[in-house]
């Protein structure tokens, strides 16, 4: 393999990988607040998406994203408030349970709205034919929005998390709800924040992916099980170590496709997650004592 095919192989797998981070973020989100993991989190990003080409057509590309992203967030805190706080003190298998039915009933939404038809936003800046030459491997200007995109999320969502009142209710709902509760916090808006803050969250990377991978109604599913895998990979609740593991996925299947067929690339993820599950379950990034005290 030559320096720039290597450097070419880097790349996509830096960019693929970020993606995989995003997905992972939003299904930490929800797990802090909850506890459970929310497998309608790709469809979050097909629906940002796909709302947001559809607005494109009649107004600029910038407000068709916000109005997307906006839709979307409100969707992630319906769904919370229909589907999850009905449900009372329901069971985290029952809540994991009901994620993928909505995850289905999405899809089947989507394709009733949208049908079978790809599409694709427009690039952000130039089109599908301008490329950026880094050591001799050639990317597309898009790679850098995703690039940069998914660490200005990173950088906001640490700093929500640390510096404004809110984030640091929705953390004290993680570590203890009911003491959080004592001290006055309303547990449930915070849970119906994080819906929102998820959902609005896979839009934006939903959009930002679009001129690249193209989008259709079922491609949800398969961006979910790389986000969870992603996420247990780093450990449930570290946003960091998502980024890190995310990386690491994008690296390890465009690699895998360098020396393989390229079917074995979705092999990849399910081979990671059943090794991380067996050997490692409280993740690569997180300490051994860490990952017992969250699964008591």
Known sequence: MSGPQFVQYCLSGITVGSVYA??????????????????????????????????????????????????????GGVIEWAFIRRVGNATVLRLVVITIGLSILIRE???????????????????????????????????????????????????????????????ACADDRMAARLCGINDRWMVTLSFMLSAGIGAIAGCVISPLTQTQYDMGAPLAIKGFTVAILGGLGNNAAAVAAGLLLGLLESFTVSQFASAYKEAVSIVVLLLVLMFRPHGLFTRREIGEMRAQ
């Open 22 to 75: 995003i997905v992972a973020i939003g299904f930490n989100i929800i797990y802090c607040a909850t506890g459970i993991i929310n497998f309608a989190q790709g469809e979050f990003l097909i629906v940002g998406a796909m709302a947001a080409i559809s607005f494109s057509e009649w107004m600029p590309l910038p407000a068709a994203i916000a109005a997307a992203v906006i839709l979307t967030t409100l969707l």
């Open 109 to 171: 939404g989507m394709l009733h709205v949208w049908d079978e038809s790809v599409r694709s936003l427009p690039f952000f800046t130039g089109s599908s034919i301008s490329t950026l030459t880094i050591f001799g491997a050639h990317i597309s200007p898009q790679v850098l929005w995703v690039l940069g995109i998914c660490g200005l999320i990173v950088i906001a969502l640490t700093a929500f998390y640390r510096f404004t009142l809110t984030g640091q209710a929705m953390r």
